[in-house]
């Protein structure tokens, strides 16, 4: 769902500032609405006051207290229809896995490339 400007918008969580300063510009640049959150649990929080808002949820798997896993499936729970990249520094593996096997849309590796990320985006939340 779009907002008042009719931009799509996008929960960006990943508990390093770099990693979500950046993927929040590309987003920024690209049209988009962004919603950040610095932990798994202020994720869940602000997913459940905006989960109407929110189009896409790009989510870090690693994170401290309450990792990706975790607030995946408490998005899940809030809306079963959330929207959802997995992102990892690591490659995919049986976690990652796992989480996909669960529901979740795609997986993209850190460091972003601008192009892998904007498509995958687009054929997610495309009108």
């Known amino acids: ?4 400007e009719g931009k799509p918008t996008i929960l960006i969580v990943d508990d390093e500032e770099m990693v979500r ?8 640049k690209l049209g988009y609405r962004v919603v950040t959150a610095a932990s798994g649990a202020a994720a869940i929080d602000i997913f459940e006051q905006e989960h109407e808002r929110i189009d896409l949820v790009i989510l870090d798997m690693v994170m401290p207290g309450v990792d990706g896993s975790m607030v995946f499936d408490e998005m899940k729970k809030i809306d079963a229809n959330v929207n959802v990249i997995l992102s990892s520094g690591c490659s995919r593996d049986s976690q990652a896995n ?3 096997r ?3 849309d795609a997986f993209i590796q850190k460091p972003f490339r601008l192009q892998e990320l904007s498509h995958l985006v687009e054929s997610l939340i495309a009108p």
Do not use: H, K, Y
């Not at 769902?1 to 008042?4: F, N």
């Not at 300063?21 to 920024?28: G, K, L, R, T």
């Open 1 to 4: 769902m779009a907002d008042s």
């Open 21 to 28: 300063s950046i993927a929040a510009q590309i987003m920024e």
């Open 98 to 100: 796992d989480i996909m």
């Open 102 to 104: 669960r529901g979740c």
